[in-house]
T-cell receptor
Framework: ETGVTQSPTHLIKTRGQQVTLRCSSQ?????VSWYQQALGQGPQFIFQ???????GRGNFPPRFSGLQFPNYSSELNVNALELDDSALYLC???????????FGPGTRLTVL | GEDVEQSLFLSVREGDSSVINCTYT??????LYWYKQEPGAGLQLLTY?????DMKQDQRLTVLLNKKDKHLSLRIADTQTGDSAIYFC??????????FGTGTRLKVLA
Protein backbone atom coordinates (compact mmCIF):
# COMPACT_ATOMS: atom_id res chain seq x y z
CA GLU A 1 0.00 0.00 0.00
CA THR A 2 1.52 3.28 -1.13
CA GLY A 3 -1.10 5.64 0.25
CA VAL A 4 -1.94 6.87 -3.24
CA THR A 5 -5.59 6.26 -4.08
CA GLN A 6 -7.47 6.61 -7.36
CA SER A 7 -11.11 6.60 -8.32
CA PRO A 8 -12.97 5.10 -9.95
CA THR A 9 -11.29 1.72 -10.44
CA HIS A 10 -13.05 1.02 -13.72
CA LEU A 11 -14.91 3.20 -16.16
CA ILE A 12 -16.63 2.64 -19.50
CA LYS A 13 -17.31 5.56 -21.83
CA THR A 14 -18.21 6.02 -25.47
CA ARG A 15 -16.34 7.93 -28.15
CA GLY A 16 -16.73 11.68 -27.91
CA GLN A 17 -17.58 11.70 -24.22
CA GLN A 18 -15.57 13.37 -21.49
CA VAL A 19 -14.10 11.71 -18.40
CA THR A 20 -12.63 12.84 -15.09
CA LEU A 21 -10.31 10.63 -13.09
CA ARG A 22 -9.27 11.40 -9.52
CA CYS A 23 -6.17 10.86 -7.44
CA SER A 24 -5.32 11.44 -3.78
CA SER A 25 -1.61 11.67 -3.20
CA GLN A 26 0.31 10.13 -0.35
CA UNK A 27 0.40 12.29 2.75
CA UNK A 28 3.12 14.92 2.49
CA UNK A 29 3.57 14.52 -1.26
CA UNK A 30 3.07 17.77 -3.16
CA UNK A 31 3.89 16.62 -6.70
CA VAL A 32 1.53 14.48 -8.74
CA SER A 33 2.14 12.90 -12.14
CA TRP A 34 -0.25 11.10 -14.45
CA TYR A 35 0.64 8.26 -16.79
CA GLN A 36 -1.22 6.34 -19.47
CA GLN A 37 -0.48 2.64 -19.78
CA ALA A 38 -1.89 1.01 -22.89
CA LEU A 39 -2.27 -2.76 -22.92
CA GLY A 40 1.09 -4.47 -23.19
CA GLN A 41 3.04 -1.22 -22.92
CA GLY A 42 4.95 0.66 -20.27
CA PRO A 43 3.49 3.79 -18.68
CA GLN A 44 3.73 6.97 -20.76
CA PHE A 45 4.06 10.29 -18.98
CA ILE A 46 1.10 12.65 -19.50
CA PHE A 47 1.88 15.59 -17.19
CA GLN A 48 2.99 16.62 -13.72
CA UNK A 49 1.48 19.09 -11.26
CA UNK A 50 3.22 20.98 -8.50
CA UNK A 51 1.65 23.73 -6.42
CA UNK A 52 -1.54 23.53 -8.48
CA UNK A 53 0.26 24.23 -11.75
CA UNK A 54 1.28 21.99 -14.61
CA UNK A 55 5.08 22.04 -14.74
CA GLY A 56 5.84 19.30 -17.23
CA ARG A 57 3.98 17.60 -20.07
CA GLY A 58 4.53 14.58 -22.26
CA ASN A 59 3.45 14.07 -25.86
CA PHE A 60 -0.31 14.23 -25.28
CA PRO A 61 -2.83 16.54 -26.99
CA PRO A 62 -4.54 19.43 -25.19
CA ARG A 63 -7.74 17.42 -24.72
CA PHE A 64 -5.82 15.81 -21.84
CA SER A 65 -5.92 18.34 -19.03
CA GLY A 66 -5.55 18.31 -15.30
CA LEU A 67 -5.98 20.06 -12.01
CA GLN A 68 -4.28 19.96 -8.67
CA PHE A 69 -6.03 21.15 -5.53
CA PRO A 70 -4.62 22.82 -2.39
CA ASN A 71 -4.67 19.45 -0.59
CA TYR A 72 -2.46 18.11 -3.44
CA SER A 73 -5.15 15.79 -4.80
CA SER A 74 -5.48 15.85 -8.56
CA GLU A 75 -7.80 15.24 -11.48
CA LEU A 76 -7.14 14.11 -15.02
CA ASN A 77 -9.72 15.21 -17.57
CA VAL A 78 -9.95 13.82 -21.07
CA ASN A 79 -12.29 15.42 -23.60
CA ALA A 80 -13.58 14.02 -26.89
CA LEU A 81 -12.63 10.46 -26.00
CA GLU A 82 -11.16 8.27 -28.71
CA LEU A 83 -10.95 4.48 -28.86
CA ASP A 84 -7.17 4.68 -28.38
CA ASP A 85 -7.69 6.39 -25.03
CA SER A 86 -8.62 2.98 -23.62
CA ALA A 87 -5.88 2.28 -21.08
CA LEU A 88 -4.91 2.07 -17.44
CA TYR A 89 -4.39 5.58 -16.07
CA LEU A 90 -1.90 5.76 -13.25
CA CYS A 91 -1.30 8.54 -10.80
CA UNK A 92 1.99 8.85 -8.93
CA UNK A 93 2.99 11.17 -6.13
CA UNK A 94 6.24 12.29 -4.57
CA UNK A 95 7.69 15.10 -2.55
CA UNK A 96 9.32 17.82 -4.63
CA UNK A 97 12.95 16.90 -5.10
CA UNK A 98 12.48 13.39 -3.75
CA UNK A 99 14.15 10.42 -5.40
CA UNK A 100 11.12 8.22 -5.81
CA UNK A 101 7.51 8.37 -6.79
CA UNK A 102 4.77 6.04 -5.64
CA PHE A 103 1.93 4.83 -7.79
CA GLY A 104 -1.74 4.34 -7.13
CA PRO A 105 -3.62 1.25 -8.31
CA GLY A 106 -4.87 2.95 -11.48
CA THR A 107 -8.17 3.55 -13.22
CA ARG A 108 -9.01 1.24 -16.10
CA LEU A 109 -10.78 3.28 -18.81
CA THR A 110 -12.54 1.54 -21.67
CA VAL A 111 -13.79 3.63 -24.59
CA LEU A 112 -16.37 1.95 -26.83
CA GLY B 1 15.31 9.00 -28.59
CA GLU B 2 13.60 8.00 -25.39
CA ASP B 3 13.46 4.25 -25.75
CA VAL B 4 14.15 2.16 -22.70
CA GLU B 5 14.47 -1.39 -23.94
CA GLN B 6 13.70 -4.63 -22.18
CA SER B 7 13.26 -8.18 -23.34
CA LEU B 8 9.59 -9.16 -23.37
CA PHE B 9 9.59 -12.51 -21.58
CA LEU B 10 11.58 -14.52 -19.08
CA SER B 11 10.75 -17.94 -17.71
CA VAL B 12 12.57 -19.53 -14.76
CA ARG B 13 12.06 -22.41 -12.38
CA GLU B 14 11.15 -21.81 -8.77
CA GLY B 15 14.29 -21.50 -6.66
CA ASP B 16 16.49 -20.39 -9.55
CA SER B 17 17.81 -16.86 -10.00
CA SER B 18 16.15 -14.49 -12.47
CA VAL B 19 18.01 -11.77 -14.30
CA ILE B 20 16.03 -9.05 -16.05
CA ASN B 21 17.94 -6.68 -18.30
CA CYS B 22 17.31 -3.14 -19.43
CA THR B 23 19.07 -0.68 -21.72
CA TYR B 24 18.35 2.98 -21.15
CA THR B 25 19.08 5.99 -23.30
CA UNK B 26 19.92 9.09 -21.31
CA UNK B 27 23.43 9.12 -19.86
CA UNK B 28 22.42 12.01 -17.61
CA UNK B 29 19.81 9.91 -15.81
CA UNK B 30 20.39 10.41 -12.14
CA UNK B 31 18.28 7.53 -10.89
CA LEU B 32 17.21 4.21 -12.36
CA TYR B 33 14.31 2.21 -11.00
CA TRP B 34 12.73 -1.19 -11.02
CA TYR B 35 8.97 -1.48 -10.62
CA LYS B 36 6.80 -4.60 -10.38
CA GLN B 37 3.27 -4.82 -11.73
CA GLU B 38 0.94 -7.68 -10.94
CA PRO B 39 -2.17 -8.33 -13.07
CA GLY B 40 -4.73 -5.54 -12.79
CA ALA B 41 -2.64 -3.57 -10.33
CA GLY B 42 -0.56 -0.42 -10.23
CA LEU B 43 3.22 -0.25 -10.11
CA GLN B 44 5.08 -1.25 -6.97
CA LEU B 45 8.51 0.29 -6.45
CA LEU B 46 11.00 -2.53 -5.88
CA THR B 47 14.32 -0.77 -5.73
CA TYR B 48 16.34 1.99 -7.32
CA UNK B 49 19.96 2.93 -7.81
CA UNK B 50 21.73 6.25 -7.99
CA UNK B 51 23.80 6.74 -11.10
CA UNK B 52 27.11 6.95 -9.26
CA UNK B 53 26.69 3.41 -7.92
CA ASP B 54 27.59 0.16 -9.63
CA MET B 55 25.59 -2.20 -7.50
CA LYS B 56 22.87 -2.20 -4.90
CA GLN B 57 21.64 -5.18 -2.91
CA ASP B 58 18.32 -5.33 -1.09
CA GLN B 59 17.47 -8.75 0.35
CA ARG B 60 16.81 -11.04 -2.65
CA LEU B 61 17.25 -8.20 -5.14
CA THR B 62 20.54 -7.12 -6.69
CA VAL B 63 20.75 -4.22 -9.12
CA LEU B 64 23.78 -3.84 -11.37
CA LEU B 65 24.47 -0.67 -13.31
CA ASN B 66 26.90 -0.31 -16.20
CA LYS B 67 26.90 3.39 -17.03
CA LYS B 68 29.30 3.02 -19.93
CA ASP B 69 26.91 0.68 -21.75
CA LYS B 70 23.75 2.24 -20.23
CA HIS B 71 22.77 -1.18 -19.03
CA LEU B 72 20.80 -2.00 -15.92
CA SER B 73 19.92 -5.41 -14.58
CA LEU B 74 17.80 -6.80 -11.78
CA ARG B 75 18.68 -10.15 -10.26
CA ILE B 76 16.11 -11.93 -8.11
CA ALA B 77 17.63 -14.69 -6.01
CA ASP B 78 15.61 -17.79 -5.08
CA THR B 79 12.73 -16.81 -7.37
CA GLN B 80 9.30 -17.73 -6.05
CA THR B 81 5.94 -18.14 -7.79
CA GLY B 82 4.85 -14.89 -6.14
CA ASP B 83 7.53 -13.11 -8.16
CA SER B 84 5.58 -13.80 -11.36
CA ALA B 85 4.69 -10.34 -12.69
CA ILE B 86 5.76 -7.70 -15.20
CA TYR B 87 8.93 -5.83 -14.29
CA PHE B 88 9.55 -2.32 -15.58
CA CYS B 89 12.78 -0.46 -15.60
CA UNK B 90 12.58 3.33 -15.60
CA UNK B 91 15.07 6.16 -15.91
CA UNK B 92 14.83 9.63 -14.45
CA UNK B 93 16.95 12.14 -16.37
CA UNK B 94 16.36 14.80 -13.74
CA UNK B 95 13.55 16.54 -15.55
CA UNK B 96 9.96 16.05 -14.55
CA UNK B 97 9.21 12.70 -16.12
CA UNK B 98 10.18 9.10 -15.66
CA UNK B 99 10.74 7.08 -18.84
CA PHE B 100 9.62 3.47 -18.65
CA GLY B 101 10.52 0.42 -20.65
CA THR B 102 7.88 -1.84 -22.15
CA GLY B 103 8.24 -4.35 -19.34
CA THR B 104 9.51 -7.91 -18.97
CA ARG B 105 6.97 -10.57 -18.11
CA LEU B 106 8.51 -13.00 -15.63
CA LYS B 107 6.92 -16.42 -15.35
CA VAL B 108 8.05 -18.67 -12.52
CA LEU B 109 7.47 -22.36 -13.04
CA ALA B 110 6.79 -24.53 -9.99
Amino acid sequence: ETGVTQSPTHLIKTRGQQVTLRCSSQSGHNTVSWYQQALGQGPQFIFQYYREEENGRGNFPPRFSGLQFPNYSSELNVNALELDDSALYLCASRSRGADTQYFGPGTRLTVL
Amino acid sequence: GEDVEQSLFLSVREGDSSVINCTYTDSSSTYLYWYKQEPGAGLQLLTYIFSNMDMKQDQRLTVLLNKKDKHLSLRIADTQTGDSAIYFCAEYPGTYKYIFGTGTRLKVLA
